[in-house]
């Protein structure tokens, strides 16, 4: 084993065909476990064949699919199915801002999955843990709830300073996040979260990674082979209190300049990183509505083909961070987002998801998430910021937002 990478000398691999094992999120052994599904497919894993922190810096996806190059080419891999997902698979999750170190990616040593009507389950070296529930799943009991790193009035006034600074010409757009801390009876177990998750908001990515749990509508890519997909989202409404007020919402979202404004720099943003590294790349004029149970979203989806062979974690990079998340231009919006929110994102609003040994993968942004340490939860939401943002509109969008994950941690 090098110990300061992390990397195993030899994984001996083996995927098998299983039948149909229903609900994928409720076969994880232990709160540990790791998880990115949707819809009812996806995959799960548990245990740690191999595991790397990855340090801050602007290379560090590069550092990552380094590490897990010499990991998956000296691996024995025994793969009959040769799907996206099979054989080894590295789950991980990214640090928003790149000064962090806050980033890992793990190896479990089993994985299930489960797509397009197929199975199967992998096992990485020996002894792996075994197929069967461990410790039953237990709600967090009563939450106790605090104000974050800023109170509600005092994201107001970054808010207000963000729209001033915009207005002024040193940026066009900013994202601004705010967190929430809860203290739990007990230690809190990301399968109860993702179990709620799922049922709620089943056309979104539920994920848990490292003590990383949520479920998030944006898809930054997913690679299969030289075909890639991405969906931008930028533009926000809240649910409305019947279907006429709904569908009045809906109707102001798509005609709102300010969240029009808000998508279009994030979908050129996009555009332009993809644009060098494919043959072909589509891209809708106008964005659709995207509904889910709690928001409109106005949404752009992205089809394109690689002309090289480049990983998932490739485009990852070329991707991260959006107009989406962080602002534009990126390196004004990422120094404000420092200033104003005074706290570190961690992995909330960065990559998150997996990629498997072909290069394939998944990889979403880590929203509507929240940080799981034994009782305490610390929830995030995020508002995109222009010209023309309101800072009491905005909080109550972000309010709108960490509902989700304060439900997942209720019931």
Not at 73 to 89: E, F, K, L, N, S
Not at 304 to 319: K, P
């Amino acid at each position: 084993m090098n110990v300061a990478l992390g990397i195993p000398d030899h994984l001996n691999v083996r995927t098998v065909p299983i039948a149909d094992p229903a609900d994928l999120l409720a076969r994880l052994p232990r709160p540990t476990g790791l998880a990115w599904v949707r819809h009812g497919q996806g995959l799960i894993g548990w245990g740690e064949a191999a595991r790397i922190i990855i340090p801050g810096g602007e290379d560090r996806f590069t550092r990552a699919t380094t590490w897990l190059q010499q990991i998956f080419a000296t691996a024995d891999i025994d793969d009959p199915i040769q799907a996206p997902g099979t054989g080894p698979v590295a789950f991980g999750g990214f640090a928003f801002d790149p000064k962090s170190s806050d980033s890992a990616l793990i190896v479990p040593r089993a994985i299930i999955g489960r797509r397009d009507g197929q199975a199967w389950y992998t096992t990485i070296g020996d002894g792996t843990d075994p197929l069967t529930l461990l410790q039953p799943p237990t709600p967090p009991g009563r939450l106790t709830w605090s104000d974050g790193t800023l109170t509600a009035p005092g994201w107001e006034r970054a808010v207000t300073t963000a729209v001033q600074r915009i207005r002024q010409g040193h940026l066009r757009k900013v994202v601004l996040a705010r967190d929430l801390r809860a203290q739990a009876e007990q230690p809190i177990d990301p399968r109860v979260l993702l179990a709620r998750l799922a049922t709620r908001y089943p056309g979104c990515y539920t994920f848990a990674i490292d003590g990383l749990v949520g479920a998030t509508p944006e898809l930054l890519v997913r690679r299969t082979g030289d075909l890639i997909e991405s969906l931008v989202l930028a533009g926000t409404a809240a649910r409305g209190a019947d279907p006429a007020d709904d569908r009045t919402r809906a109707d102001r979202l798509r005609h709102s300049a300010k969240d029009r404004e808000e998508h279009d720099y994030a979908a050129a943003m996009v555009r332009d990183a993809l644009t060098p590294l494919c043959d072909t790349l589509t891209i809708p004029r106008e964005p659709e509505l995207l509904t889910l149970p709690n928001v409109h979203h106005l949404a752009s989806p992205v089809h394109g083909r690689l002309h090289t062979e480049r990983s998932v974690l490739d485009v990852v990079a070329a991707l991260h961070p959006t107009p989406a998340v962080g602002g534009t231009p990126t390196d004004t919006a990422l120094d404000l987002i420092r200033e104003l929110e005074v706290m570190d994102r961690g992995r909330y609003a960065g990559p998150v998801g997996w990629i498997d040994g072909r290069g394939d993968g998944e990889w979403g942004i880590a929203l509507r998430c929240a940080e799981i340490d034994g009782p305490r939860a610390r929830l995030f939401a995020g508002c995109g910021i222009v010209a023309d943002s309101d800072p009491e509109a905005e909080l109550a969008e972000a309010q709108t937002k960490l509902r989700v994950m304060q439900y997942a941690l209720e019931g």
